[in-house]
């Protein structure tokens, strides 16, 4: 049975998939660094009491839930890291970052207020807090083509060729 794969050590347009973790690593960092500040703490409240996923993270108060989500985030960022050198851990911080971003796009449809249906000429409008969530649509691809390229060829079929 073949291993685990990581990207760095790919060859032809694998390889380039090393810049994508890469810039994760980087977003993850800076959004853990958010979570230890008030202002973040404050501004993610709103997803966190209204999300079936995470709601009890308000057991640990506003800065509670913040700090784990902040240290979660600094532990994504390192298996993502590692994953460099580490296919499993590749693959590990890949399918974390896809829980992540999942629970996050979730907030689109759980959090009240931030999307507004109708059956008028604007079906679907959102204000600045949903516009903030839209992007992890993309984020979460992102993770999903880590993961899935993370995994062994006898796994994904797609990455043969």
Do not use: H
């Not at 810049?19 to 993850?28: A, E, G, H, S």
């Not at 784990?68 to 985030?73: D, M, R």
């Not at 992007?135 to 006898?154: E, I």
Request: glycine fraction near 10%; charged fraction near 10%; aromatic fraction near 14%.
């Amino acid at each position: 049975m073949q291993g685990f794969n990581v990207a760095e050590s790919g060859g032809g347009s694998y390889r380039p998939l090393a810049i994508l973790r890469w810039v994760m690593v980087i977003i993850f960092v800076s959004f853990g660094m958010q979570k230890f500040t008030l202002q973040s703490a404050q501004g993610i409240a709103q997803f966190i009491t209204n999300s079936p996923f995470i709601s009890w993270l308000s057991a640990f108060g506003l800065r509670g839930e913040a700090y784990f989500l902040g240290i979660a985030e600094f532990v994504i960022a390192a298996l993502l890291a590692a994953g460099a050198f580490s296919p499993i851990l590749s693959a590990l911080g890949s399918l974390m970052g896809i829980v992540t971003f999942a629970i996050t796009w979730s907030f689109f449809f759980t959090t009240p207020g931030v999307v507004t249906w109708s059956l008028s000429s604007d079906p679907m409008a959102w204000n600045l807090a949903g516009e903030f969530l839209f992007k992890d649509v993309v984020l979460l691809c992102v993770c999903t083509v880590l993961f899935l390229a993370s995994l062994p060829r006898s796994v994904v079929r797609l990455r043969t060729g």
